[in-house]
């Protein structure tokens, strides 16, 4: 990237709304932002799984709470919960989830998306 870029969420690069869940990604070269929001009652493994074709998510987050509550649970068993000003590195290897009845809104600096969704950016 050779020259400043702004953008915003209020127009974001794309949508996409799985099920219980809205993912707004805004691009920048070969680096993405996402701001999700997930409904109570979203969970990974029962709303995501069946897209991503594995049995936990392969991906690893950097993520930023801003409201609500998110649980990962490790395929070996640990148990992380964030909450609203939080910041986690989460590995590959994981079930997520909402806690509580509010959404969780939350920004993901790294692994909501995979690079090749990104491709011909």
């Known amino acids: 990237m ?3 870029q702004v953008k915003s969420f209020n127009a974001p690069d794309e949508t996409r709304t799985p099920p219980k869940a809205k993912m707004e990604i805004v691009n920048f070269g070969d ?3 996402v701001r999700m929001i ?5 969970r990974w493994s029962e709303h995501i799984r ?4 594995t049995e936990s998510c392969q991906g690893a987050h950097f993520t930023y709470v801003i409201s609500g509550h998110f649980r990962t649970v490790m395929d070996d068993g640990t148990v992380d919960e964030i909450g609203p000003g939080d910041i986690a590195i989460t590995p590959p290897g994981h079930d997520a989830m909402v806690v509580g009845d509010e959404p969780c809104v939350l ?3 790294q692994g909501a998306i995979r690079k090749s969704d990104q491709a011909g950016e």
């Not at 069946?50 to 074709?53: F, L, Q, R, S």
């Open 50 to 53: 069946p897209i991503a074709g």
């Open 2 to 4: 050779s020259t400043s």
């Open 31 to 33: 680096m993405s932002i």
């Open 38 to 42: 997930c409904d109570p009652g979203w």
């Open 107 to 109: 920004f993901d600096f």
